[in-house]
């Protein structure tokens, strides 16, 4: 996938993922609260 790339005034963002989550159960408990 290609990174994403935001611009917002002074700030600047990019980000890239592989598309491997490694702690999937405690984002899915941050989800549910």
């Known amino acids: ?8 005034g002074a700030y600047s963002l990019a980000l890239g993922h592989n598309g491997n989550l490694v702690n999937t ?9």
Do not use: E, G, S
């Open 25 to 33: 159960h405690d984002l899915a408990a941050r989800v549910v609260k």
């Open 1 to 8: 996938a290609q990174p994403v790339f935001k611009t917002d």
